[in-house]
């Protein structure tokens, strides 16, 4: 089981960036596909963005596409989430989160996750 630790979150205004990181604890973290999913107040944890375990390999949610960019260093067992042009409706608590699942086309269920941060809150002023 990896441990993983988000961190970069804060308050921005609409149409700024933030970068979100994620550390993961263990040796073994270049063989997890990793992902961002977000839950904000009242709703749901939604998925955002994956990545497999080279880099190669990507998925956006269309609310984020052209916006946000996920990807990851092995070296240091990290794994970013860029969010350009942000807008209020991207205000949530950020979760980073790993899988043993093969990538496929593209891991995007949560339940496809089995670990999970303790998360990161983002709030986007208007």
């Known amino acids: 089981q990896v441990q993983l630790f988000e961190s970069g979150g804060g308050l921005v205004q609409a149409g700024g960036s933030l970068r979100l990181s994620c550390a993961a604890s263990?040796?073994?973290?270049?063989?997890?596909?990793m992902g961002w999913f977000r839950q904000a107040p009242g709703k749901g944890r939604d998925f955002v963005s994956t990545i497999n375990w080279s880099g190669s390999s990507t998925r956006y949610a269309d609310s984020v596409k052209g916006r946000f960019t996920i990807s990851r260093d092995n070296a240091k067992n990290t794994v970013y989430l860029q969010m350009n042009g942000q807008k209020p409706e991207d205000t949530a608590v950020y979760y980073c989160?790993?899988?043993?699942?093969?990538?496929?086309?593209?891991?995007?269920?949560?339940?496809?996750?089995?670990?999970w941060g303790q998360g990161t809150q983002v709030t986007v002023s208007s």
């Open positions: 263990g040796r073994t973290f270049s063989i997890y596909s």
């Open positions: 989160a790993a899988s043993r699942k093969a990538y496929g086309s593209g891991l995007y269920l949560r339940e496809d996750f089995g670990s």
